[in-house]
């Protein structure tokens, strides 16, 4: 998976684990229990998973969370190596991560059996988007014409009603600031939703050049992961692994391109 994406969740489990506050000690919880970061990826030859202990913030003193290291991981009984402290990984050589395939995940942590499963996605097949291109004005930037509403559609195919999220790049270097406060972003990913298609306009593409639109096809516990961490209510986290908080999942991925061609008049 792109790193930049692997950064942004990654993030958002940091923010969600570490902005807990005085409601991590309510008694439901356990502060010494692990943090588990893993996402598989249907078509790649390796799986990774992190651990972290707790970050934990008290009345009058905090606890920074640390790599957890020297565990025997096992995914569906094949054990994993640790390559980084913290950091395990099993490599499948010539085999691949598949869709359809489950794959458990366990390991020992102070006296508990932590465990956790999923299944991967099906492949996200037959992904397009109309138009492939658009001309816009170089002066656009300096004028920006509010009125410019042409819909960017993706379609993709959607058998089972899945979950979907899009994350776009833009060929933007860096975040730019736009007329009237708006700013134009290098990345964005949206909220997870049902459905085979998303619509936006050009108005979200406003630099010129080769955009990169990833869909992803993702499981029901990265969504309730997701909306917990981006709504206020951080008191009660989700977790759908045993004796640990974070996420074990799977997900799949396609990829587009969509251009902005600058032209002069």
Known sequence: MNKAKLFILHC????????????????????????????????????TVKLYGMEVYLKDDYELSQPVEGLNLKINT??????????????????????????????????????????????????????????????????????DTIEIKLTWDDPDLDYYQ??????????MPMIGGDMQFRRRMMQPFKGGSYTTT??????????SIYV??????????YERTASTDLANPPSAIQNAFGIFTAMSI???????????E
């Open 12 to 47: 958002w489990l940091l923010f969600f684990f570490s902005s807990c506050g005085e409601s991590l000690m309510d008694s439901a919880v356990n502060t010494g229990m692990p943090v588990v970061e893993s996402y598989l990826l249907e078509g790649a030859n390796a799986m």
């Open 78 to 147: 094949m054990e994993m190596q640790e390559t980084d402290a913290g950091t395990y990984v099993l490599n499948l050589g010539k085999d691949t991560i598949r869709g359809l395939q489950d794959y458990s995940l366990s390991f020992e942590y102070l006296g508990n059996t932590v465990s956790a499963s999923t299944s991967i996605p099906q492949p996200v097949t037959n992904l397009c988007v109309e138009p492939a291109y658009i001309t816009r004005d170089a002066s656009y930037w300096y004028y920006f014409d509010t009125a």
């Open 166 to 175: 899009i994350y776009i790049e833009s060929p933007a270097t860096t975040d």
């Open 202 to 211: 050009s108005r979200e593409f406003r630099a010129a050049g080769l955009y």
């Open 216 to 225: 992803y096809r993702v499981n029901k516990d990265y969504v309730d992961l």
């Open 254 to 264: 396609a990829k587009t391109t969509f251009q902005v061609i600058e032209t002069e």
